[in-house]
């Protein structure tokens, strides 16, 4: 084992404190938790709640991930935007099929949003545009709002006995079936 491997080893983990998690007292839809553990994320003060981490996979499968931040969630989908002409938009357009990742680490709580990834339409993406800091260096016609329609929602809670909790919604028509 190298020095580095050794100290990766010594270093804690796990080392929130998880709120309590009532399983009995679940939402039937995803977007309810979603909102609860987000709000509670930055009532805990923790910076930037709405950061996530986005996976794709280019044309011939190899994947990629970068940190984004969240624009926005409803039915019609969770929210991102950048270039087309960006490695994320290039690997969107060969593979729609994506993932979202945010990570509250000091209530160590985590969701993973997986499902497919459509463009909004050109008036949207011109209005996000719009919203955008006058500092930008993005051209507005190569800017686009992505919407991810998740078909599976999975929210993590750590617990220091290594016991997590995992709560899975899946998609099934118009509906969530939901396993805990």
């Given at each position: ?60 499968g190899r994947p990629d991930a970068r940190t984004l931040i969240l624009k926005g969630v409803s039915a019609d989908g969770w929210e991102f935007a950048g270039p087309r002409s960006s490695a994320k938009g290039r690997q969107l357009a060969d593979n729609p099929a994506a993932a979202l990742n ?79």
């Amino acid at each position: 084992m190298n020095e580095l491997t050794r100290w990766l080893r010594d270093q804690p983990s796990l080392t929130g404190t998880p709120p309590p998690l009532d399983l009995s007292d679940l939402p039937t839809d995803p977007h309810d938790l979603f909102d609860a553990w987000i709000r509670a994320a930055a009532d805990a003060d923790i910076a930037e709640v709405r950061a996530a981490t986005l996976a794709t996979a280019d044309a011939g499968g190899r994947p990629d991930a970068r940190t984004l931040i969240l624009k926005g969630v409803s039915a019609d989908g969770w929210e991102f935007a950048g270039p087309r002409s960006s490695a994320k938009g290039r690997q969107l357009a060969d593979n729609p099929a994506a993932a979202l990742n945010f990570w509250w680490q000091p209530v160590m709580r985590a969701v993973r949003v997986r499902g497919t990834v459509h463009e909004a339409t050109p008036e949207e993406n011109a209005a996000d545009f719009g919203a955008r800091p006058a500092s930008s260096d993005a051209a507005p016609s190569d800017w686009v709002l992505w919407r991810l329609i998740p078909d599976r929602i999975e929210f993590w809670q750590g617990s220091h006995d290594r016991r997590h909790t995992r709560v899975v919604y899946t998609r099934a028509g118009d509906d969530w079936t939901r396993e805990a």
